[in-house]
């Protein structure tokens, strides 16, 4: 009786942990985070539904880089297919581009050191983002980073919902076929994903590159009219678009 009641104590003392840590993990981020949007920009988008498609054209993009290449995944895993991603990214930082990657630490747990270690020595620029830390430990392993953007060249970016593993170009028969979207873009809006990237790697790779002007062009408008809005944790993006009828 007595170690039942013991080993109630200790779960009633977890659980009150997890709920403290949540709410106040939540309210401290919900005071840093503002919400924010582009103004109406101009580009060239371009839409992938499928997996194979996006990957061809995006490893072409890649292979083609001349100055850098800015990624952030929220999962790569450790298959055939994130070898070969991680294979074009080495080669060219090998090459002499400025390649630097920026994984979520829980969405790509599958990353192991000696992995990193491969892509450091090749000369790609690494870092993990949002890592679970104290002293809101529990609330920051729920707070994950889903984008997936990458800036080649300053010219060329993609966003969209699309990952790095063999499930995303249909090669895993129990998740296929997978469905979801990318958008290649060109124009205006390339400079503001950008920016987020260099955001992003000033805190968690702890070196700011906002200010150096090679990062950054004047690209040319395009024709097709939108607008980009970044979000964090506390403003879902179904609230902006709920005040925008």
């Given amino acids: 009786m007595k170690a039942a009641l013991i080993f109630l104590a200790i779960i009633v003392c977890i659980l009150l942990w997890l709920s403290v840590d949540f709410k106040l993990g ?20 371009d839409i ?12 072409r993009e890649l292979e083609n880089a001349k ?8 999962i790569v895993k450790d298959d055939s297919f994130s070898r070969e991603f991680f294979s074009i990214l080495k080669k060219k930082a090998k090459a002499g581009i400025e390649v630097r990657l920026l994984l979520d630490r829980l969405g790509s747990y ?9 892509l450091k020595i090749a000369g790609v620029e690494f870092s993990f983002c949002n890592t679970p830390c104290f002293p809101f430990l529990f609330y920051s392993s729920q707070v994950r980073n889903h984008r997936k953007i990458t800036i080649i ?41 950008q920016r987020e990237f260099l955001t992003e790697w000033r805190e968690y790779a702890k070196k700011d590159l906002l200010d150096h002007t090679d990062y950054f062009a004047d690209i040319p ?8 809005i970044p979000t964090d944790g506390p403003y879902p993006g179904r609230n902006i678009f709920a005040a925008h009828p």
């Fill in 26 to 45: 939540r309210k401290k981020h919900l005071s840093l985070a503002q919400p924010q949007k582009t103004p109406i920009l101009k580009g060239k988008l």
């Fill in 48 to 59: 992938f539904p499928h997996g194979k498609e996006l990957f061809k054209d995006y490893f």
């Fill in 67 to 74: 100055k850098h290449i800015h990624v952030l995944f929220y």
């Fill in 110 to 118: 599958k990353i192991n050191r000696k992995m990193i270690q491969e």
């Fill in 153 to 193: 060249d300053c010219a060329i970016g993609y966003l969209g919902g699309f990952n790095v593993a063999k499930e995303y170009i249909d090669e895993d028969p129990e998740l296929s076929p997978w469905r979801d979207y990318h958008l290649k873009i060109k124009g205006e809006s390339v400079s503001f994903i």
């Fill in 221 to 228: 408008e395009g024709e097709i009219s939108h607008q980009l």
